[in-house]
């Protein structure tokens, strides 16, 4: 599976941003794609997530209310719409694709890294003050 991440850039404060993450090669049913952040000199983590089987959604509480996750099932893709964008929100995204999960999979689950089996290359989120 090769995830392509795209969509970054600079924005002001307040702002909106849509990163987009196209998926291609071999695809599974069961699936969760979600969305990392990684800020310069700090660990990598979670922002959303959303199971292609049932589309169900997780986000961080950082991500709720102003983060939407969805996804084209035609072009195999997934999106994250960010609103309101903050200084602090600024961080390289990534998105990544994990097939291991089953039905009784929760928020626990989809939010941490080792979950996840193919990983997209980045893109870079810059909001200005």
């Known amino acids: 599976v090769q995830l392509q991440a795209s969509g970054g850039g600079l924005v002001q404060a307040g702002g909106s941003l849509r990163l987009s993450c196209a998926a291609s090669?071999?695809?599974?049913?069961?699936?969760?794609m979600g969305w990392f952040r990684q800020a310069s000199g700090k660990e990598r983590e979670f922002v959303a997530a959303i199971r292609w089987r049932d589309s169900r959604i997780y986000y961080s509480d950082s991500a709720k209310g102003r983060f939407t996750i969805s996804r084209d099932n035609a072009k195999n893709a997934v999106y994250l719409q960010m609103n309101s964008l903050k200084p602090e929100d600024t961080a390289n995204y990534y998105c990544a694709a994990g097939v291991r999960g089953i039905l009784s999979s929760g928020y626990d689950y989809y939010t941490k890294l080792r979950n996840y089996d193919y990983w997209g290359q980045g893109t870079q989120v810059t909001v200005s003050s």
């Open positions: 090669g071999r695809t599974f049913s069961n699936y969760a």
